[in-house]
């Protein structure tokens, strides 16, 4: 073949995919056929020996690989690294670039053009199944989500942005419908936005719905906790007492100190180093526990950090020595310290909406305070309270007793939430200023008290 053939051939290869991706993104940004674009990407697809199904967005990835078993392996690995060339343009079968491009079009076309209004379980369903074949695309085993055990920030992404398509198509349908499905409800991935539907209907929900709803608060608090737990697995809790004597006992001999010290009955005669005294570390540590008060505002706006913050009460309260109590609040203050240690069923227990009272935890948390120097009070609050002037002045009074408060404004995987002006700037002005954006500013904050 002449080089003018090749390069013509090369050509007609590039204009045939460039018309499939055209299609593509003219689909994603907008719902309505372009007739010329389907007309060309249709003849594209029949001269390739494609089934015309596969420019049809209502069907599933799912149904034309059940239609067309031979594609299946097609579909699989086909945007994984590595898999996008295989070789020099000259070594490459005819069309195989344009028939990549064919599949690769269906697979994104399907999973990202979500299109707007209502959702059934049927779309859901389908989508959830696309999602599975774009997974297994990017080279994910079985359809697991995309970076689910390498951690790498690259793999995570495809998960994250899955994750939320999943959560508008959920938040655009009735999630009692999905949750009655057992099937349905399985295949649901785990979200904040997700959590937060679930939290504000769980009264409405009975029977099957309302254990598909638990398991995923539960799946989801598994996998937060998780990833906090590394975050304060280091934590030390007590200084060391210097007024306890050291136990003499082998394993705390301080083996460097007793040379340096002993350093003076060096005897160059004979090359050996005479010990006249042992000296051994000191291990005691205070066992006054130190009291963390934690007191989430429930209000629907702080949602997320009241996820975030009740799990990581609940795994500071299985720290030795860490005394927790948990108090939540909207109009009304409830002391959920017994549940403290588990914070399913503290989420379980909380009531989101609703109107903002401070006044109402500050009568339950004051009296919690025996020991301020030893007691660090949390306070996770958009502070956007009915009486300011009135739940500020406890804030300060719980600050001038030697008590370590943490006004929290939002702890979250990112972002900044609307706290109070006047309240961020009282805070500051006392020198607690609030914390805001990632939820390591709290846990930092929160082991250096407890060191």
């Excluded at 055990?149 to 995570?156: E, F, K, L, N, V």
């Excluded at 495809?158 to 508008?168: F, I, R, S």
């Excluded at 304060?232 to 100190?257: C, H, Y």
């Excluded at 006054?288 to 989430?296: D, E, G």
Aim: contains cysteine.
């Amino acid at each position: 073949m002449s080089r003018n053939s090749e390069n013509s051939t090369a050509s007609a290869e590039q204009n045939r995919r460039q018309v499939l991706y055209w299609r593509l993104l003219a689909r994603l940004f907008d719902n309505d056929e372009q007739p010329a674009l389907e007309s060309a990407g249709m003849a594209v697809v029949d001269d390739l020996g494609l089934p015309a199904a596969l420019l049809d967005p209502s069907v599933s990835v799912d149904t034309l690989v059940q239609r067309f078993p031979e594609l299946a392996a097609e579909f699989r690995d086909l945007l994984a690294p590595g898999e996008q060339s295989g070789g020099q343009p000259g070594e490459r079968e005819a069309g195989q670039e344009v028939r990549r491009a064919a599949l690769v079009s269906k697979l994104l076309l399907n999973v990202f053009a979500t299109g707007a209004g209502e959702v059934t379980a049927t779309r859901l369903a389908a989508w959830q199944q696309d999602a599975g074949w774009f997974k297994q695309a990017l080279g994910c085993e079985g359809g697991r989500q995309a970076g689910g055990t390498s951690g790498g920030t690259g793999d995570r992404e495809p998960a994250a942005v899955l994750a939320g398509l999943e959560a508008d198509l959920v938040s655009r349908m009735r999630l009692r419908e999905v949750l009655a499905d057992p099937v349905l409800a399985r295949r649901l991935t785990p979200s904040m936005s997700l959590i937060e539907q679930l939290l504000r209907d769980k009264a409405n929900l009975s029977g099957v719905a309302l254990a598909n709803a638990k398991a995923l608060i539960r799946r989801f608090v598994d996998e937060v906790a998780e990833v906090l737990r590394t975050q304060v697995e280091k934590t030390s809790v007590g200084a060391i007492d210097r007024s306890v004597p050291p136990k003499r006992v082998f394993r705390n001999l301080d083996v460097e100190r007793t040379i340096w010290k002993n350093l003076v009955n060096w005897n160059p005669e004979d090359q050996r180093l005479y010990v006249d005294r042992l000296y051994y570390r000191r291990t005691a540590r205070r066992t006054t526990p130190a009291r963390m008060i934690v007191v989430v505002d429930q209000s629907g706006s702080m949602v997320d950090a009241m996820v975030n913050c009740t799990i990581l009460a609940s795994i500071f309260a299985g720290l030795p020595k860490v005394d927790v109590h948990l108090i939540a609040y909207d109009t009304r203050a409830l002391d959920l310290t017994p549940w403290v240690n588990d914070p399913f069923e503290v989420l379980l227990r909380t009531r989101l909406g609703g109107g903002t009272d401070g006044t109402a935890a500050l009568t339950l948390a004051q009296p919690k305070v025996s020991d301020p120097r030893n007691t660090v009070v949390v306070w996770i609050s958009d502070f956007y309270e009915w009486q300011c002037e009135a739940v500020f002045a406890g804030l300060e009074a719980l600050h001038r007793s030697g008590v370590r408060l943490i006004p929290v404004g939002s702890v979250s995987s990112g972002g900044r939430q609307s706290v109070n002006p006047w309240f961020r700037r009282r805070l500051k002005d006392l020198g607690t200023p609030v914390i805001s954006g990632h939820i390591r500013k709290l846990v930092f904050e929160l082991k250096n008290f407890l060191t």
